[in-house]
């Protein structure tokens, strides 16, 4: 059993498809009556020419051939300029059917949006039911063969049915047909569910672990012990009376390091080396009282 939204999906695709059809057989069809036309007018002149050299008088079938309200075999009124109005509304007709075949593939749909909104994505079938039922009602006036009379009468139901879901669905009716649809509901979905972008962190009150900071402790204390002991060392050795200017180089050559030998050579000298302050890097967390 589908959910409600996809037989709108289905339906409205169908009528889709059924505009499309309208759509190209109202197009082949007009191409074929602009040829007929073309060669209906074409034979009435050259008739036209030949009443005009012929030096007897026309037979009554000749006179209602030439004198008809329209061309015979065409839908060119026998008037100045029938020929051009003609032509153009074919070519006008057609020119309406691509750009209403163009709106119903979605493509390019920016520029619908832009210089035809009614054909694009702001609003529903109901403008492009009524451009069909035009183009339908247009052909329709004029006495036209069969292939050209049922393309039109078709395209003019499909624009009554487009009408009709227009006015159903309004505006919506181009989001629930869309072929997109279902990705970008399966988007909205997922971004109630599961967020699909995480912004950046704030760290600056995460506070490391407690081993941690007693790491850095150690060895900060480990490494001020070692400089104390060097520096008083260096101190005793540069204040003896006795010695020359190059005996600190002497003494530097032969000196016993930061290590646990610097060290105890210090404590045998008479120096103290007293326990260096406790310190902690500033991101540490600092020790209560109770602990200490």
């Not at 709108?8 to 074929?32: Q, Y």
């Not at 020419?49 to 007897?56: E, P």
């Not at 119903?104 to 529903?124: H, K, Q």
């Not at 629930?176 to 990705?183: D, E, H, I, T």
Request: overall charge positive; aromatic content about 12%.
């Amino acid at each position: 059993m589908l959910p409600p939204r996809a037989y709108f999906f289905i339906g409205l695709n169908i009528i889709r498809t059924l505009s499309i059809i309208g759509l190209l057989l109202v197009f082949a069809s007009n191409i074929e009556t602009l040829v007929h036309d073309i060669e209906a007018v074409n034979r009435f002149m050259a008739a036209d020419k030949a009443a005009d050299d012929s030096s007897s008088a026309m037979n009554s079938t000749m006179t209602d051939y030439l004198n008809g309200d329209y061309i015979e075999g065409s839908t060119v009124p026998n008037q100045p300029l029938g020929i051009f109005w003609a032509v153009l509304n074919r070519l006008f007709i057609l020119f309406q059917v691509i750009v209403l075949l163009l709106s119903e593939l979605g493509w390019p749909m920016a520029f619908f949006n832009r210089f035809f909104p009614i054909l694009g994505d702001d609003f529903g079938l109901g403008a492009l039911g009524v451009i069909q039922c035009l183009l339908g009602a247009s052909i329709l006036s004029h006495h036209i063969d069969d292939f050209t009379l049922v393309a039109a009468f078709f395209l003019f139901s499909v624009g009554v049915l487009n009408v009709l879901v227009g006015l159903i669905f309004r505006a919506g009716a181009k989001t629930k047909r869309s072929l997109f649809a279902w990705r970008d509901h399966a988007k909205a979905t997922a971004a109630h569910v599961l967020p699909t972008h995480i912004g950046p962190v704030d760290i600056s009150n995460i506070k490391p672990p407690s081993f941690v900071s007693n790491a850095f402790a150690d060895k900060n204390n480990a490494f001020a012990g070692k400089f104390n002991a060097a520096a008083f060392g260096n101190k005793k050795n540069a204040g003896a009376p006795g010695m020359s200017e190059k005996q600190p180089a002497m003494d530097t050559k032969a000196g016993f390091g930061f290590g646990r030998q610097g060290e105890k050579a210090a404590g045998l000298k008479g120096y103290l080396i007293s326990k260096p302050m406790e310190t902690l890097p500033r991101y540490a967390a600092k020790l209560n009282a109770s602990s200490k």
